[in-house]
C-alpha cells in the first residue's frame, strides 16, 4: 500500500480529491511533502529528480518573484505581469515533463501578500481558462498570504478567493500569523514576537469560514517560524501549538478527525529532522523548502567554477595544453547540471527527515 493507490491520477501534476487524498494520506502515514520553490527548468528538474529516486510526491512551488525569474528579469512587472506570464510559463513546463518522472507533482504558487492579489486574479483567469478547455485547473493549488493584515479581512478576502476557485476543485492554502525573515521582498526580521505564533481561536475561525465553502484548504500557522537560516539558536520553534490548534478544532466542531486542519510549514530551511517529525506528528503535510536549495544548487556550480578554474579562465588552453579547447568544461549542461545534482541530493534528505521517501 502506498499514496498512489489512493490517487486515481498517478503520475505528473495532480489536482482536485487528489491533492486532498494526498494529504489525508499524509497526515495518517505521518509525513510531509517537501514543496520546493523552483525558479527555472533546471531548478524544477532537480526536484523532479530526488523525487523519483526516491519514490516519492512532491510539491514545486513559484513564488512571486520566482515567477518573474522564470519569465525573465528583463520584463516590466508593474501589473505583476512578468510574473503572470513566468507562472504560466513554469506550470505549462512542469506539467509537460512531471509525467516522465513518474511521480505525483502538486503545483503550487507560494505567498501572494494583498499588494501582490493582482498576480493571483491573473493566475485564477489562466485556471479558469485551463478549466474550460480541459476540466481542470492549469495549478493544483495558490497560496494567499494576508497574515499581515486584519485578521477578519485576511478571512473574508481568502474565503472569497476560495469561492471563486472552488468550482475548479483548486486547493487554497492560506497563512495566519507572520512568517519571519524574509518573503516576496518584505522583511519580517523585526516583527513582533507575539505574531509569529498563531492563537487556536484563529485557526478555528479560519476552519469554520472556509470549511463552508470547500473542503480544499490548507492553513500555514505561525509557530515562531521563519524564513531562511540564521544563526543556531535565534529561532525559537513551537511544533506544540500546532497540537493544540487540532484539538481546539477538533472539540468546536465535535469532528471525529483527531487532524481535522491540514497545517503547512514555512521557512523549513535550518530546521531540525525532530522539529520536522514533531510538526508533521501535528497534521502538517507541507513543509516549504527555499533557502537551503538555493545554497545547495549554489554548492555543486561553485565547487565545479573553484575545481576547474583553470580550464574556465579561457576558450583555448589548459593545464592539458596550450591548444586545448575547453568547451566542454564552460558548456552549460555541464556547469549548471552540477547546482542540480547538489540540490537533488539536498531535496533527497528532506525526503527522509519529512518520512516522504518510499511513500508511493
Ligand atoms: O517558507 C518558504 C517558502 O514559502 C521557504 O522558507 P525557507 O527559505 O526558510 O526554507
Ligand atoms: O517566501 C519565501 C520563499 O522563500 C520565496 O522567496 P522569494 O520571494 O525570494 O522567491
Ligand atoms: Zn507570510
Ligand atoms: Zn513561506
Redesign the pocket.
Known sequence: MGATDVLSRKVGVIYGEDVQKLFKYAQEKKFAIP?I?VTSSSTAIAALEAARDAKAPIIL?L?QGGAAYFCGKGVANGKQEASIAGAIAGAHFIRAVAPAYGIPVVLHT??CAKKLLPWLDGMLDEDEKHFKATGEPLYSSH?IDLSEEEVQFNIDTTAKYLTRMAPMKQWLEMEIGI?G?E?DGVNNEDVDNNSLYTQPEDIYNIYAALSKISPFFSI?AGFG?????YKPGNVKLHPELLSKHQKFVQEKTGSKEEKPVFLV???????SKEEYLEAISYGVVK????????YAYLTGIRDYVLGKKDYLTSQVGNPDGADKPNKKFYDPRVWVREGEKTMSTRIAEALKDFNCANQL
Open positions: 514543496a520553490n512551488q513564488s507560494d505567498h497560496m512568517t525573515g518573503e500555514a517560524n521563519v524564513h531562511g537560516v510549514f514555512h521557512g523549513g530551511s535550518g530546521s513543509v516549504n523548502m527555499d533557502t537551503d536549495m538555493q
